[in-house]
């Protein structure tokens, strides 16, 4: 080690610009960010080589005054400090570093111009060393060109990826930034190829959708639901997925605090707890939400490049975001994913096969005995199939659910409504309604049991035994009752009445995974209603039971009842509508 000494100036700046500028898409950001605090309403971006080369952002912004043109490219300086107050931060920028940062790896061109000056005025940064300004005609913003990023530090270039790659992080960048700033127009081009054209949209709940189904997709647009809470001078706004509409992972959540895109574990967690009753936990909602808080009382400059924030109390966050989003959710009623619906008509459109000699495609479907039950003192349409329908009519159609007609396959209920059918999946269906059973009785007067008059012993491995024992007393307020019986085996006495006749050792051993999988930091009460899921699919009607009309006009009248039968604990949709409408379509009648 040598004497302690003071860094060059250059040096310090390229160390800066690696905790700040990451890769291109880090430089976009700021860039863009600049420009939205600047007041633009229209920002271009231009790619080559996944910004690696080039990277051009131009605005219709505010513009820099010529004398602040060569502070602007210096260190720690700002316009967003006007009463330097590090808690009082409301742009999206500040740091202090972006545009030197960028400088002291790059060769960037700052070109601008102000609504008080005739002329704009430019400037260029080459690793860092600062040019002369210069007039130039140029419109009222400011234009700024990133050229051959990294060429000061040649060993970032190692760590950058392909250009695809690159422009896939600089498309993600700008599409979270457009999502919050739906006044803004943006376009993004890379190598003559257009890869996002957003129009500006109006300042209501109407434009911020249609701004974040352009990015989010079609089916988020048909499928959600507004948030709009208020408390204690927090705000929340924004949308989210019925649960039928989910993703095997989280890349559609999205949070912003304050207009600024952040990643934040708090969102993840709040948005498991809010979903729990409907989503299983490997499946994930699609989501955007817009948190406004008194700048007090969060830290936006906790990461240099400002993606992480600091709440002042992040048990109050989660809280308020838990019960918005339950709120929220509670007034779904039935409302299941659009996506269903389309799927399942896509599904029956004829398709043309010139190998057949059907002109419309149709296939001859087969039946077996058991796949349309209804009545087996029902007469037969027809001779080849053995098709059974109901001797007396159908209860009246002016239920939500409308009537039932029939079960097909031993799983699915065909109702009729006053504007068309429902299918609902008997399993799905039941298995909400017994789940809601379970926690209602449970935070009443706790889970009903019943005694079984003959124990079951379940054999479980001994880490499994280990678990099932430390949580016996809280698995006893759900109903199930077992007490050790040898070294690796238990023997069950009593189970949640709501049950039936359930498979007691399946049960049992899926309990058991489930606590091994959680490991030694499982709390069973945080966790009741997973467990309550849990039994509530073994315990409801199992695909292959026929039902006969009667149970299942009972069954649709208790989903009218039960809140959130739309979908299963699952995520899954435990109903299909089909419009009257729609089905005229498929043959031709409308």
Known sequence: MGSIR???????????????????????????????????????????DGGRSLITVIDDGRGIPSQEIPLALERH??????????????????????????GAVSRLTLTSRTEASSEGWKVSVEGGILGPLEP??????????????????PARLKFLKTPPTETAHVTEI???????????????????????????????PEGQLKRLSEIMGAEFFDNTLPVDAEREG????????LPTLNRSNAQMQFLFVNGRPVRDKILAGAVRAAYQDFLSHDRHPLLTLFLEIPSRYVDVNVHPAKTEVRFQDSGFVRGFIVS??????????????????QQALEAMRPS???????????????????SLFVQESAPALAPSARTLVAEQEPSPTHFPLGAACAQIHETYIIAQTEDGLVIVDQHAAHERLVYERLKKDMEATGVKRQLLLIPEVVEVTEAELTLLIQHQQDLETLGLVFEEFGDKALVIREIPSLLGHTDIRLLVRDLAEELVEQGVSFKLKEKIHEVCSLMAC????????????????????????????GQCNHGRPTQVDLKLNDIEKLFGRK
């Open 174 to 204: 700008v599409q979270r930034l457009a999502m919050a700033y739906g006044q803004i127009s943006f376009t993004l081009k890379t190598d003559q190829r257009t890869l996002l054209s957003l129009d500006a949209v109006s300042d209501t």
């Open 6 to 48: 003071r860094l060059p100036s250059n040096l310090i700046n390229q160390i800066a610009a690696g905790e700040v500028i990451e890769r291109p898409a880090s430089a976009v950001k700021e860039l863009v960010e600049n420009a939205i605090d600047a007041g633009a309403t229209h920002i271009d971006i231009l790619l080559r």
């Open 324 to 341: 918005v989003l339950k709120s929220t959710l509670s007034g779904m009623a039935h409302r299941t994913s659009t996506s269903s619906s």
């Open 234 to 241: 927090f705000k929340m706004t924004g949308f989210i997925s």
């Open 352 to 370: 043309f096969s010139p190998q057949r000699q059907n002109t419309f495609g149709y296939k001859q479907p087969s039946f077996s005995p058991t």
């Open 77 to 102: 300086a700002t316009s967003k400090l006007p009463d330097e107050d590090l808690f009082n931060i409301t742009s999206l920028g500040f740091r202090g570093e972006a545009l030197p940062s960028i």
């Open 136 to 153: 130039t005609p140029f419109p009222l913003g400011t234009k700024i060109e990133v050229r051959d990023l990294f060429f000061a530090v």
């Open 538 to 565: 073994h315990g409801s009607v199992r695909s292959g039971k026929k039902m006969t009309i009667p149970e299942m006009n009972d069954l649709l009248r208790q989903m009218e009842a039960t809140p959130y039968s």
